[in-house]
Nanobody
Framework: QVQLVESGGGLVQPGGSLRLSCVAS????????IGWYRQTPGNQRDLVAR???????NYADSVKGRFTISRDNAKNTVYLQMNSLKPEDTAVYYC???????????????WGQGTQVTVSS
């Protein structure tokens, strides 16, 4: 069973930094896409940053220059370094991945449980 487990959320003042981590665990054959989305109440989940097709990265325009996505392939872990945080970055952040489990030929979507990030003074 594949699982995504996030950590690193919390409360931070405007201008501060946080680092989120997401570990993909279980029997994994391949990871095609891995990254982060965020959601505020009453709104859809929006892309923050992701890796796709190897090392190609996509960022939301609102976080470019402030957030950096990175990964440790040996640990099946993806990170999101968030700097210069703003109140509008407040959201639940979800890890997302498209994975082929072992002994499978399919490509499946997985979500983590979410971690709250609150930017407030």
């Amino acid at each position: 069973q594949v699982q995504l487990v996030e950590s690193g959320g919390g409360l931070v003042q405007p201008g501060g930094s946080l680092r989120l981590s997401c570990v993909a665990s279980g029997s994994i054959s391949a990871i095609y896409v891995i990254g982060w989305y965020r959601q505020t109440p009453g709104n859809q989940r929006d892309l923050v940053a992701r890796f796709r097709d190897g090392d190609i990265t996509n960022y939301a325009d609102s976080v470019k220059g402030r957030f950096t996505i990175s990964r440790d392939n040996a640990k099946n872990t993806v990170y999101l370094q968030m700097n210069s945080l703003k109140p509008e970055d407040t959201a639940v952040y979800y890890c997302y991945a498209e994975i082929t489990p072992t002994r499978s030929t399919g490509r499946f979507q997985y979500w983590g449980q979410g971690t709250q990030v609150t930017v407030s003074s």
